[in-house]
């Protein structure tokens, strides 16, 4: 029985998070007001639209739609700047181990990210030669519980749902691929992503053994 993994990017392969807080915060800043990391972690999964949005509501800020596509445009060229001097170095603990056995040993794997911008990082990081494929905001139209991300990874990789593992640190995500039935990992907190199927705090913790296990459906 063949296993493919399926990666989320920020929070897993990379911390994008204070990248996203730093470009949201000079916005807001911009339009007469100011957010904090706790209401930055509450975008965590989110859509960048849906997120301009939030923040808009936050203070209380009404803009047009010209003015809301433009506010869009210049986050995302203020993330772009920032995100533009990642290495490998980026790169989070333990992650790369995996991502190396996997690809060493021909196990399929993708990335399944709701980030317009996951190519641009992969390359920044060195690792987009690496997987056999890559999904993300540019190719779904529907967010994360929506499990169709990792559905269309599945199917890139040409491995059946229920054969995937699905590595996260979003609830949604984690809901996402419970949805798709496939395998769940949630890298970070165990209280937070409580309907993972394992839990780990991050990959420095997941042992070969365990992804072995996987590929042989022992577990």
């Not at 920020?10 to 807001?28: E, M, N, P």
């Not at 445009?73 to 056995?101: C, E, H, W």
């Not at 996260?168 to 984690?174: C, F, L, P, R």
Request: charged share 25%; proline share 2%.
């Amino acid at each position: 029985m063949h296993k493919g993994f399926i990666f989320d990017l920020d929070g897993v392969i990379v911390d994008t998070a204070k990248f996203h807080y730093l470009a949201w915060r000079k916005l807001a800043n911009n339009l007469g007001f100011d957010i904090t990391e706790d209401q930055n972690e509450q975008l965590k999964g989110i859509s960048r639209l849906r997120s301009l949005e939030i923040i808009l509501e936050w203070g209380k800020v009404n803009l047009s739609q010209d003015q809301f596509m433009e506010q869009m445009a210049l986050k995302n060229d203020n993330y772009l700047s920032y995100i533009s001097s990642m290495t490998k170095k980026d790169l989070l603990p333990g992650v790369s181990n995996v991502i190396d056995y996997l690809s060493e040993n021909n196990i399929p794997f993708a990335l399944g990210s709701a980030s317009k911008n996951a190519r641009i990082i992969l390359e920044k990081t060195g690792l987009i030669q690496k997987f056999n494929a890559v999904v993300d905001g540019n190719d779904v139209s529907k967010a994360k519980p929506n499990p169709e991300v990792f559905l269309i990874a599945a199917s890139k990789i040409k491995i059946e749902p229920e054969n995937c593992v699905v590595f996260e640190d979003s609830v949604a995500g984690i809901q996402a691929a419970n949805k798709a039935e496939m395998i769940s990992v949630g890298i970070g907190e165990k209280d937070i992503l409580n309907e993972a199927d394992f839990i780990f705090s991050d990959f420095s913790e997941i042992k070969i053994d365990f992804i072995n296990q996987l590929i042989k459906s022992q577990i």
